[in-house]
Each structure stands twice: as C-alpha cells, then as structure tokens.
C-alpha cells in the first residue's frame, strides 16, 4: 500500500461521507441543517454546499494520486484498479443522488454509467490480450466537464444562478455529448482487438 494507493482510498472515504451525507434522512431524524437564502430566492441546504467541497477534494485526489504513481514509478496493477473503482464511486453515485434530488436530469447519470461500462469492457478485453487501451483527449475533456458541472450542481450553479445562466447543465449535456463520442472512439479504435480471435 504505497502513498498513491492511500490517496486513492482516501478518495473512496470522501465519497462514502458525501453519499451518507446527501442521502442522511436529517428531516426524519429531526436533524435540520442549517439553509441559506440567496438573493432572497434561492433557498440552499448547506449539506449540498459542504458536500460540494468534499467533492473539490476528492477530485483533487484523483491528479494528486496518479501524478505521485507516474513520478516515482509507483504504478501498479492494484493501483489502477482501486483508481477506476473510487473514480466511479465518487462520480457515478453523486451522479445518481443529484437526478434523484432533481437537481439534474437522470439522462445525464444514464448516459454516463452507459458510456463507462462500455469502455471498460473494451479495457478489459484488450487487458486480457496483453493490450493497454490508454485514455485518449475527448475523454479526458468530457472528464472536466463533468468533474465542473458535478461541482456547480452542488453548489446550486452559483454564482451563474444569479445571471439566469444554467452553466451546470450545460456543462454535463456537454460531458453526456462527450461522452457517446469518446465511447465511439473507444470501439473504432479497438474494434479489430475486440473482434480478434484468440490464439
């Protein structure tokens, strides 16, 4: 368990407490957070906000991890796959909780998981023949713009709230957009691997 590794499980503890912390039933436990009044019309419960910055962190993580892996050659087979895992953890459940709360459209978390379980199957196939399929950029762009859009969504897509401007939404139709086309590329790219028989 090498400092990579602890930084990319600690990764998978900061999703935990943000999942437990939106999905904590506080109004039938008789709980209440605190809620915020902005611009006296938008009403904010602070449980998005603080899981907004655990959010920021935990995406912080997610470079910090691999740069320190790749930098003094710590890259390992469990490495990378405890990364995927906390990686889907993080964006796929807080994905799920945000459609569910109606703060986004569960197209978005559809299209997402959709995408990833494609991908990683065509990962796994080309794994199993000896093959590494490495991220291409339209991937690593639908990334940031899911990784923004996620982040405005929990923060009530302030302060562009304030200008009627749904830059959150925008963001994540783009990573959905993204996402069809970087899955597309994934399969052209290895399609010859996918269809090869084995020896």
Known sequence: MNLPNKITMSRIFLSLIIIALL??????????LPKLLVNKSIVIDIKYLIA???????????FVDGYLARKHNLVTDFGKMIDAIADKILVNSVLIILATSGFISPIIPVVIIVRDSIVN???????????????????????ACL????????????????????????????????????????YNM?????FEEGK
Do not use: C, H
Request: proline share 2%; no cysteine.
């Open 190 to 194: 290895n399609k010859k691997l996918i």
């Open 52 to 62: 907004g910055v655990l959010f920021i962190i935990a995406s912080l993580t997610d």
């Open 121 to 143: 199957s065509i990962k796994m196939i080309a794994g199993s023949k000896g093959q590494v399929v490495a991220a291409i950029k339209m991937g690593k762009l639908k990334t």
């Open 147 to 186: 990784m923004t859009g996620i982040t405005l969504s929990l923060f009530y897509n302030l302060p562009f709230e304030l200008l009627n401007l749904r830059v959150s939404d925008v963001l994540l139709i783009i990573a959905s957009v993204l996402s069809i086309i970087s899955a597309v590329q994934y």
């Open 23 to 32: 999905l904590f039933p506080f109004d039938a436990t008789g709980l209440e």
